[in-house]
């Protein structure tokens, strides 16, 4: 016996839109098994989990300060995969756009101008997107494996990281703490308002650029040529599209938003470059790409929910004394349920008998 899966001739467009909702509530689900396993009260863990983060202005604050770098990276990411491209490392892709664009705050620290933080946030586009051109070029000129290259560039940005701030860019006067000076004032991204907490206009900036790159899908011919692609690469060629082109375009794209992303984090809350800037925000925007159907508006939404996660996993350790991996069991739940039930909804399943192999063909 063998599994089969068939492709539906008219999938549920219903299904379809009620997919990462289905998703959710089985994760969700999933999630009030463990916690029953780990010998919690299911209800009271998940309002912890779920509720306990929003009750307060505070928290709303740091939900949004996570959800910045989510919904841009899972905006630009949505490109990439609309057109076929599989760009896994935008965790990579953070990371050295955070690094390019700190070069002014850590080694030109005497210059301060309003100038500071617009040209980090340029340097920070250009080094996430030069980043992600590196599988993009391997790619189109050596069709190579795009998910294994931009995977294994990952582990690359954080050896860099980890060596300039234990190294050329520590704090000589951190006290031997591997980290960078303190970003001044001008290197900082302003806060929405001080006096209630730490959110600050990242989250505006990523919200501006998941509604552009929505308009740039959905109302040019830039948008229509990333889908035909994506779905039909030689109705592509046949109607002029350079698959080539597109593989630079979307990787470019989606490493300028990690890139962004990267600095928005360091130049906001963090105010510094530290061994480790992301608690895996480049993975966790995959999901995001994925539960807002790769759509950019869906992509502001699923971006606010996968934050109230990591939020939600930090509850669950002060509250309920868990492990800070709950959130990480959760978001991969989440994601092998959306990928489920769109696999179910576009495909049926059935068991095929394998073919018996007669003595004479296996002899021959």
Known sequence: MRLELIKR??????????????????????????????????????????IEPLTELWSIHELLIKAAPLILM????S??????????????????????????????????????????????IVGGALWAGIPALLK?????NEILVSLMLVYVAELILDYLV???????????????????????????????????????IAIIVAIAIWIMLSRTLKGFEIKVLGTSPRAGKFAGFDAKKMI??????????AGLAGIIEVAGAS??????????????????AFLGRLNPLGVIVAGLVLALTYLGGEAAQISLGLSDKVARVFQGALLLYILACDTLIHYSVRFARTPKVSGSAADA
């Open 9 to 50: 001739g008219n999938p549920s467009r219903a299904l379809q839109f009620l997919s990462p909702l289905i998703g959710l509530a089985l994760a969700v689900l999933t999630g009030a098994i463990m916690f029953a396993i780990l010998g919690k009260d299911p209800l009271a863990a998940l309002y912890v989990y779920f």
């Open 74 to 77: 899972g905006a630009g990411l």
């Open 79 to 124: 490109v990439c995969y609309l057109s076929n491209n599989w760009n896994i490392g935008a965790e990579g892709q953070f990371i050295m756009g955070a690094l390019a664009g700190s070069i002014f705050p850590v080694l030109f620290t005497d210059f301060q101008s309003p100038l500071v933080l617009p040209l980090m946030m340029a340097f920070a």
């Open 140 to 144: 189109a000129k050596f069709n190579t």
């Open 166 to 204: 234990r190294g050329p860019w520590r704090n000589p006067e951190g006290m031997n703490f591997p980290e960078s000076v303190r970003f001044h004032d001008f290197a900082r991204i302003p806060e929405l308002m001080p006096a209630d907490g730490r959110a600050n206009w990242g989250i505006a």
């Open 248 to 257: 630079f375009f979307s990787f470019l794209l989606a490493g300028g938003c």
């Open 271 to 288: 105010a510094q470059l530290r061994p480790i800037i992301s608690p895996g925000y480049g993975f966790t925007a995959i999901i995001v």
